[in-house]
Each structure stands twice: as structure tokens, then as C-alpha cells.
């Protein structure tokens, strides 16, 4: 048999996604936790007293905290299973992502398991984050002068 039709009958027999189920809870479960984080920012600022900016600050590393914490229990991959991108995009995404790698390679050790291998996913995002922040930069000095 050759690839081609052997690619064919895979193709004929490969059940597809339900593209606009998978959109519309993405969509509610990411705006779900757009809600959680606002509603973390106004807890932080009313019962701390803190202005927002700073309770921001709270806010994303207590969604990076639940996220590794659920991680390690294992119920984060079972939500993402079912929430899609609406639990990936948002920071939780990036926590489950590094918590994983570590979770994985803990047995090899600090350095050669952990420390050598929990940014192989999340490294690839800061890199380009840093790298697009800084284009961004010589942009704006450049356009706008500031």
C-alpha cells in the first residue's frame, strides 16, 4: 500500500472534532476564568487594601499557584480535556505546562531532571514573549518617540 492511500483511508476514518462545541466552552470556561481573575483583584483590593495594580500581582500567582496545585493532583489535565483553550491560553496554561515537565522528570534529579527540562514547553513562550516585548519597544521608541 503507499502513503497516499494509506493516508486517504486515515483521513476517511478519523473522526473529526466538534470544532464549534470546542469553541463555545473555550469561550465560556476562558471567560469564566476572566471573571475569577477579576473577581481575585476585587477580594485582594477590598480586603487587603491594596490598589489594584499590586492586587493584580496577587491575582496572577494565585491562578499560577492553583494551577501547579491541581497539576500535582492531577485534575488539571482532565478540566483541559474538556475546557480546551479556555484553561491553556490564560496563565493557568503556562503553570500546568511547567508543572508537568517538572512532575515528569522529577526522578532524574534537581539538575538534570527538573532544572533541565521544565522550561522545554514554557521556554519557547518566554522566548518569543521576550523577544515580541522588545520589537514592540524599538517600535514604539521609533514611531512614537517616547
Not at 493584580?56 to 500567582?61: C, D
Not at 488539571?76 to 515528569?104: Q, R, Y
Request: aromatic share 16%; hydrophobic share 55%; proline share 2%.
Amino acid at each position: 500500500m503507499e502513503k497516499r492511500e494509506y493516508k486517504k483511508i486515515v483521513e476517511k476514518n478519523t473522526p473529526s472534532a466538534p470544532k464549534l462545541r470546542n469553541a463555545i466552552i473555550a469561550f465560556l470556561i476562558g471567560g469564566f476564568m476572566g471573571v475569577l481573575g477579576n473577581f481575585l483583584v476585587d477580594i485582594y483590593s477590598f480586603y487587603f487594601n491594596i490598589g489594584s495594580k499590586d492586587a493584580s500581582v496577587f491575582m496572577i500567582i494565585t491562578l499560577v499557584f492553583l494551577g501547579c496545585f491541581l497539576t500535582c493532583l492531577g485534575f488539571f489535565d482532565k478540566w483541559v480535556n474538556f475546557a480546551k483553550c479556555g484553561l491553556i491560553i490564560p496563565i493557568t496554561g503556562f503553570a500546568h505546562a511547567m508543572m508537568s515537565a517538572a512532575l515528569e522528570y522529577r526522578k532524574e534529579g534537581l539538575v538534570t531532571g527538573i532544572g533541565a527540562n521544565m522550561f522545554k514547553l514554557a521556554g519557547s513562550v518566554i522566548i518569543f514573549g521576550v523577544v515580541s516585548a522588545y520589537i514592540f519597544g524599538l517600535l514604539r521608541i521609533f514611531i512614537m518617540g517616547v
